[in-house]
């Protein structure tokens, strides 16, 4: 009979192939979604079936993950708002409508947006996102703007302090575990929407 193959280092048990990076970022989701922020590469390793040495190799040390589950989650934030928006809506309501979608991304992977918080994204990756989270409240208050005679181009600073904004109340929402997320999109909505949506009914009129 023939000798069993010896398992090279870093080669899961059995022999079987290697996973890939999406495997592995999938793994590490389900991991930190069950054992929390507080979850480590080992428990990464065990929730795919590999050893360790492959998480490394495959997706990097702890804060290249941070990267890549921050890029995870900005994605589905993206396609969930992007969902959320209907042309028949007022734009207070597609507002309202991607606040929701949000915060309910938020809620159902709750410990990978705590984990990713917890240390957060590198510096140029941390820039991408909040441009990419804030394009759609750019698109939405822009053309609002212009109508109202104010300048176009402010729409970035809202978008920016708007996304900085939900990420604080979501981080304490989290945290506090006070209501759902239906009622904090309506707080959210009475005032973002209606502290810089009125301001989009007229022309200013600065003394």
């Given at each position: 009979?023939?000798?069993?193959?010896?398992?090279?280092?870093?080669?899961?048990?059995g022999g079987g192939p290697l996973?890939?990076?999406?495997?592995?970022?999938?793994?590490?989701?389900?991991?930190?979604?069950?054992?929390?922020?507080?979850?480590?590469?080992?428990?990464?390793?065990?929730?795919?079936?590999?050893?360790?040495?492959?998480?490394?190799?495959?997706?990097?040390?702890?804060?290249?993950l941070t990267d890549a589950l921050?890029?995870?989650?900005?994605?589905?934030?993206?396609?969930?708002?992007?969902?959320?928006?209907?042309?028949?809506?007022?734009?207070?309501?597609?507002?309202?409508?991607?606040?929701?979608?949000?915060?309910?991304?938020?809620?159902?992977?709750?410990?990978?947006?705590?984990?990713?918080?917890?240390?957060?994204?590198?510096?140029?990756l941390f820039h991408r996102l909040?441009?990419?989270?804030?394009?759609?409240?750019?698109?939405?208050?822009?053309?609002?703007?212009?109508?109202?005679?104010?300048?176009?181009?402010?729409?970035?600073?809202?978008?920016?302090?708007?996304?900085?904004?939900?990420?604080?109340?979501?981080?304490?929402?989290?945290?506090?575990?006070?209501?759902?997320?239906?009622?904090?999109?309506?707080?959210?909505?009475?005032?973002?929407?209606?502290?810089?949506?009125?301001?989009?009914?007229?022309?200013?009129?600065?003394?």
């Amino acid at each position: 009979m023939a000798a069993a193959g010896r398992r090279g280092p870093g080669r899961p048990r059995g022999g079987g192939p290697l996973v890939g990076r999406p495997q592995v970022l999938e793994a590490a989701v389900r991991a930190i979604d069950h054992h929390g922020p507080e979850a480590t590469m080992d428990d990464i390793a065990a929730a795919a079936r590999v050893t360790k040495p492959i998480v490394y190799r495959t997706v990097g040390d702890k804060a290249a993950l941070t990267d890549a589950l921050s890029e995870w989650l900005v994605d589905r934030i993206a396609a969930a708002t992007a969902a959320a928006a209907h042309p028949g809506q007022t734009p207070r309501q597609q507002f309202h409508a991607a606040v929701t979608a949000y915060l309910t991304t938020i809620a159902e992977h709750r410990n990978v947006f705590l984990f990713v918080n917890a240390v957060g994204p590198s510096t140029e990756l941390f820039h991408r996102l909040v441009d990419r989270s804030a394009a759609g409240i750019v698109t939405l208050f822009g053309p609002l703007r212009v109508r109202a005679g104010l300048p176009g181009a402010g729409a970035a600073t809202w978008g920016y302090g708007i996304i900085g904004a939900m990420q604080v109340v979501a981080t304490m929402w989290l945290h506090h575990a006070y209501g759902d997320a239906a009622e904090i999109a309506d707080d959210m909505t009475r005032l973002l929407w209606d502290g810089a949506g009125t301001t989009t009914t007229a022309p200013a009129n600065h003394a």
